[in-house]
């Protein structure tokens, strides 16, 4: 009997505040270098790595994150976790996909960036995760994959490393530039650049 390929979904989940270029570079390369037929952007709803944080409503990064995406034919976004009440959880978000129908034979691929899967070992059950998903470490600025090697065996055979153009762009860093007035132009796609400038995100009170 002639196997039944399954269809690759790729699952980008981040806070998006703002998204950038980074963020879109990583999904497109992760598109191409495992098959994925769709990539999956999911804006954290209440992130539990950043309790006490000030981050910006669930809504604007859901938007700047759809505004970001829209013209690409493979990009969707999804409001799983900014509609979930209470503290956004990895493990809880991968359950929720694999209950939806679109989703329940799909294989998952999680994607994040290497300085997050640095964190892992405080992650809720990242084992039961890995269980559930192929998780991909995206390069990142600052960050080699030879850094994997901290990281406990059983977690650090499961991931899946992916070099990308290193892009040495932030969400930190873009907040930071809005905040002095500095251009975040080819930083962030215009769309949303507009959407800062006309939300007056970032910005003190008093700026």
Not at 82 to 98: A, C, E, H, M, P
Not at 123 to 135: G, Q
Not at 136 to 155: D, I, N, Q
Request: charged share 25%.
């Amino acid at each position: 009997m002639e196997k039944i390929n399954k269809r690759r979904v790729g699952i980008m989940g981040g806070t998006f505040d703002p998204i950038h270029y980074g963020h879109l570079r990583a999904a497109d390369d992760a598109h191409t270098a495992f098959d994925l037929s769709e990539v999956l952007f999911v804006p954290t709803g209440q992130p539990p790595h950043k309790a006490g944080k000030n981050i910006t409503s669930a809504e604007d990064r859901y938007i700047m994150t759809i505004l970001a995406t829209v013209d690409c034919p493979y990009f969707n976004v999804s409001r799983i976790e900014i509609d979930r009440t209470g503290q956004s959880y990895t493990i809880d978000t991968i359950k929720s996909l694999r209950n939806m129908p679109e989703y329940a034979d799909a294989e998952l691929y999680f994607i994040t960036g290497l300085d997050a899967v640095m964190d892992i070992v405080s992650w809720k059950t990242p084992e039961e995760i890995m269980s559930l998903c192929k998780f991909v470490a995206v390069s990142r600025h600052g960050y080699t994959h030879k850094r994997m090697e901290e990281l406990p065996e059983k977690l650090r055979s499961a991931i899946i490393p992916l070099e990308i153009p290193l892009l040495a762009i932030s969400s930190t860093e873009l907040r930071d530039r809005v905040r002095r007035n500095w251009s975040i132009r080819f930083l962030v796609p215009p769309s949303v650049e507009n959407y800062i400038i006309k939300k007056s995100l970032y910005r003190d009170k008093d700026n």
